[in-house]
């Protein structure tokens, strides 16, 4: 049974920081590509972030040295560091992962920027 889980959004200040985390299992982790989506009200899902097998990473210039992706594929788990955050990074956050025509989704954590 495949299984993506998102975990550690919530509510912060502008120019906080959060880490979010997404457990993988299910599934041959380390041969997945793994990245962050995210999904504001009103708009279209966008690519935050990528990672590939090994870690080389791609960043959505929104978020360029703000936001770090990480993964560890001996935990089989894939974060998000989110620093800075401004009120446009409202979203939900989501987990992705893609082997060839392979692609897994989790179901979202919420991120809210407010004071």
């Known amino acids: 049974q495949v299984q993506l889980v998102e975990s550690g959004g919530g509510l912060v200040q502008p120019g906080g920081s959060l880490r979010l985390s997404c457990a993988a299992s299910?599934?041959?982790?380390?041969?997945?590509?793994m990245g962050w989506y995210r999904q504001a009200p009103g708009k279209q899902r966008e690519l935050v972030a990528t990672a590939t097998p090994y870690g080389i990473t791609n960043y959505a210039a929104s978020v360029r040295g703000r936001f770090t992706i990480s993964r560890d594929n001996a935990k089989n788990t894939v974060y998000l560091e989110m620093n800075s955050l401004k009120p446009e990074d409202t979203a939900v956050y989501y987990c992705?992962?893609?082997?060839?025509?392979?692609?897994?989704w989790g179901q979202g954590t919420q991120v809210t920027v407010s004071s």
């Open positions: 992705n992962a893609n082997w060839l025509a392979l692609n897994y």
């Open positions: 299910g599934f041959s982790f380390s041969a997945y590509h």
